[in-house]
């Protein structure tokens, strides 16, 4: 005869072993998805990063676009005689992490291999016309940043001129980039093109400046 109580503790055994599996199982989901947590979580900052990075370069371009158009003549900027008014902080600025930003490097590899997989603007006599913090230049969200960005111009390879420091053709490539923490960044260059335009009398012709082409390099 099997005594009372026999199954009961059997299954209770059985239950302990159940309810200890099933407590092992959680504990290895949860080393395992507590990486892809992290590892997510990573892709998500960077990504804002990057996003946030290409804005501040593309402002930075607007900015230095603005400027640019109240120049009655692109040469100086080309020659580095007049520089832009927005000229923050020293060539080699460091950022909260430590991170120091060679801009004298930089033109120097925009000059030698261009920007990006695409090695954009390779060849081109670039000259540093503006850099500093993006809050020191223009209004930011708070929150945004911290972002130190630059903008080179450069000669177009169509002016007929054939010196880098003249513009015969009223047309310069400029060159905008955004650094920040732990090596975050973006670059645009774009086509500047200086266009008068004739409205109908008696108004007078206005001279404008416009983007002819707009990429991103990096």
Do not use: K
């Not at 590892?39 to 990075?53: C, K, L, M, Y």
């Not at 930011?140 to 002016?159: E, F, Q």
Request: charged residues 15%.
């Amino acid at each position: 005869m099997v005594p009372s109580g026999g199954c009961g503790a059997g299954e209770s055994g059985i239950a302990l072993i159940v309810t200890m599996m099933a407590a092992l199982l959680l504990v290895t989901l949860a080393g395992v998805l507590a990486p892809l947590a992290l590892i997510e979580t990573a892709v998500d900052v960077n990504h804002r990063r990057s996003v946030q990075a290409l804005y501040a370069a593309d402002a930075a371009l607007e900015l230095a676009t603005a400027e640019l158009g109240s120049l009655a003549d692109w040469s100086g900027a080309l020659d580095g005689s007049v520089p832009s008014a927005f000229r923050e902080g020293t060539l080699s600025p460091a950022m909260p992490d430590g991170e120091r930003v060679d801009l004298t490097a930089i033109t120097g590899r925009l000059r030698s291999i261009g920007a990006g997989a695409s090695a954009a603007g390779r060849g081109l006599e670039w000259r540093l016309f503006a850099h500093g913090p993006l809050n020191a230049w223009a209004p930011v969200p708070a929150g945004y940043g911290p972002w130190l960005v630059a903008v080179w111009v450069a000669d177009d390879a169509a002016d007929p001129d054939p010196d880098p420091g003249r513009d015969a053709n009223d047309a310069i490539i400029a060159h905008a980039a955004a650094f920040g923490p732990r090596r975050a960044g973006r670059a645009v260059q774009a086509t500047l093109v200086r266009q008068t335009v004739s409205p109908p009398p008696p108004a007078p012709p206005v001279t404008r400046v416009r983007q002819a082409s707009w990429r991103i390099v990096r």
